[in-house]
């Protein structure tokens, strides 16, 4: 099983980036997919996440309205668009998949396996 995310980067306030979070050696659409992060110094938190059926998104406060996330079951991929970046936003983004839950957890103990991580820096 391997989880490979990607599309971090170093970009100016307000700027957009696209992370992508490719799942193999998974039938993918067992699975839930979400996206935390973590910053120096702080625990790994919750930001968006879309269930195993494509049906259910969740979203943490700090990032509704930016932040949409969406899964291409074809391409084994998910993928968040994020707007509007803050200096806030900077971090380690990590994407996580879980089984057998009917919407997305925002606990990090249900998750099942993850990636390597992706840095995002936002500078004002």
């Known amino acids: 099983v391997q989880l490979q995310a990607s599309g971090g980067g170093s970009v100016q306030a307000g700027a957009s980036l696209r992370l992508s979070c490719t799942v193999s050696?998974?039938?993918?659409?067992?699975?839930?997919v979400a996206w935390f992060r973590q910053a120096p110094g702080k625990e790994r938190t919750f930001v968006i996440g879309?269930?195993?059926?494509?049906?259910?998104?969740r979203y943490a406060e700090s990032v509704k309205g930016r932040f949409t996330i969406s899964r291409d079951n074809a391409k084994n991929t998910v993928y968040v668009q994020m707007n509007d970046l803050k200096p806030e936003d900077s971090a380690v983004y990590y994407c996580?998949?879980?089984?057998?839950?009917?919407?997305?957890?925002?606990?990090?103990?249900?998750?099942?396996?993850w990636g390597q991580g992706t840095q995002v820096t936002v500078s004002s």
């Open positions: 879309v269930s195993s059926s494509g049906m259910s998104t």
């Open positions: 996580a998949d879980t089984r057998g839950m009917t919407g997305v957890p925002i606990v990090t103990a249900y998750y099942d396996d």
């Open positions: 050696g998974r039938t993918f659409t067992n699975y839930a």
